[in-house]
């Protein structure tokens, strides 16, 4: 087993109350193991196919041809994240660190039932990743990153682990969406609100009480993490919380020496999809740089509680990540459906023969109509064929290009955009 926590935190010099801090996140997770264990997973295996990894692999690398091996690490893995991953990736080598004790045995008894070879499982602050003297194609650090006392030093000790092409899946909290989960923590701490499970019985029998126009009610309604304890505990008891802006993650991930690539999911943040596409202020939007444009509809949107980001070293070696629609390198782009998306028949807006969405979007605005001609488009993509060979001989190159760079910004699809690379 690896030394306890606070020593790691000491060796890269944080003492006094930022490991205070540590030390109090650690104990909240020994007593509130996250997310809720599970010993089933047998569903989530079957989810997975070949498919659906091509998908994620393009997602994470536009430019290269798919690959399974891939070394990946899994960085404040919480009870099952590591096993999801090395279940998920059967031919990738998984390490999974987390700080909690419990969280690893868990992990551990995961590996074990499922007899998970490929995984690795060690008990490690992810400020002392560099203690396991191993770099990673991917890394994925979700809802860890805003509980550290510094999460600048965590960020930059994973940036130092990740390989010179690989890719970092970080997910942070996000400010204005998590307003009345920021109101209910303060209103804890003046009450002296601890974590015992009886603290946690009486607060969700009082948030019962709460006004329902309260900023929190909506979450507490929609979110699936205030069902359990763990989840409630983990919300609005937590020792150490903060949040990042669009603006601010920018900066965070600048300051690590990473670099932005694209949203996981990217729609609910562009001005070309859902209602500000057809907004008097869409034109002003369109203006604005990439990050303007996403900060801005962070505040219209007003109710974002995470951010999802794919990024890469800012010294990774050349390649084009972002899907170009300028050129004409797009013809040899192949589209690959991305898993979750379903076509729509019924409430049909006017002129349309079909709705597509995409079911990890939670807005409602975001659904894409589309007409017949499109469709005969849709149906031909199977992850084989490149644009220009599901067009064919069709006649106008503008309408083609607009619909799959549509199908693109709309999350319908990601690229494989490996042939033109090489043909460039
Ligand atoms: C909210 S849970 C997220 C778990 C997992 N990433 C997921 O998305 O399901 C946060 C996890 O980060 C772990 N953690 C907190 N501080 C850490 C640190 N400094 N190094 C590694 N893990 C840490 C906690 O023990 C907990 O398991």
Redesign the pocket.
């Known amino acids: 087993m690896a030394e306890p926590f606070h020593a790691g935190l000491n060796k890269i010099g944080m003492e006094g109350s930022a490991s205070f801090v ?1 030390a109090q ?1 650690t104990d909240f ?1 020994e007593n509130h193991p ?2 809720p264990p599970v010993d089933d997973l047998d569903a989530y295996r079957k989810s997975w196919d070949d498919r659906r990894r091509r998908a994620e692999s393009h997602l994470f690398w536009p430019s290269e041809p798919y690959r399974e091996d891939r070394s990946l690490l899994v ?4 009870t ?2 590591a096993a999801h991953y090395a279940m998920r990736w059967p031919s990738a080598h998984v390490v999974g ?4 004790a419990k ?1 690893i045995a868990f992990t551990q008894e995961l590996k074990r039932r499922y007899a998970l070879e490929n995984l690795e499982v060690r008990q490690l ?3 002392s990743v560099a203690e396991l003297r191993e770099t990673f194609e991917y890394v994925v650090c ?3 990153l805003h ?2 006392p510094d999460p600048d030093a ?1 960020l930059r000790a994973l940036r130092d682990v990740l390989a010179p092409a690989g890719a970092l899946h970080v997910m942070v909290y996000a400010p204005y969406g998590r307003a009345g989960i920021y109101m209910l923590q303060d209103y804890c701490r003046r009450l002296g609100i601890g974590h015992t499970d009886a603290e946690i019985r009486d607060l969700a029998e009082t948030l019962k009480a709460l006004p329902l126009d309260h900023p929190l009610v909506p979450l507490l309604r929609n979110s699936p993490d205030f069902a359990t304890s763990a989840g409630l505990a ?1 919300a609005l008891l937590h020792p150490r919380d903060r949040a990042y802006s669009v603006p601010q993650l920018m900066e965070f991930l600048d300051r690590a020496g990473l670099e932005f690539g694209r949203w996981l999911r990217q729609a609910p943040y562009l001005p070309w999809c859902g209602a500000l596409a057809s907004a008097p202020h869409h034109s002003k939007l369109i203006e604005l740089t990439a990050e303007g444009q996403n900060a801005a509809i962070e505040l219209f949107r007003g109710t974002m509680v995470r951010h999802s980001a794919v990024t890469y070293r800012k010294d990774r070696p050349a390649q084009n990540a972002s899907a170009d629609f300028e050129g004409d390198a797009w013809l040899r782009y192949t589209p690959v459906h991305l898993p979750d998306t379903i076509v729509v028949r019924d409430r049909l807006p006017p002129g349309a023969t079909a709705v597509l969405i995409n079911r990890n979007h939670t807005y409602t605005d975001l659904y894409l109509p589309i007409d017949e001609l499109q469709e005969r488009l849709l149906e031909k993509v199977d992850g084989k064929r490149t644009i220009a060979e599901i067009c064919g001989q069709w006649g106008d190159c503008n309408l083609v290009r607009d619909f799959f760079r549509q199908l693109w910004r709309w999350d319908q699809i990601v690229l494989d955009t490996s042939a033109a690379v090489v043909s460039s």
């Open positions: 540590a996140v997770y996250y997310p960085a404040g893995c919480g099952t994240q660190i987390d700080v909690s969280s602050p992810l400020e979700t809802g860890v509980h550290l965590g983990d």
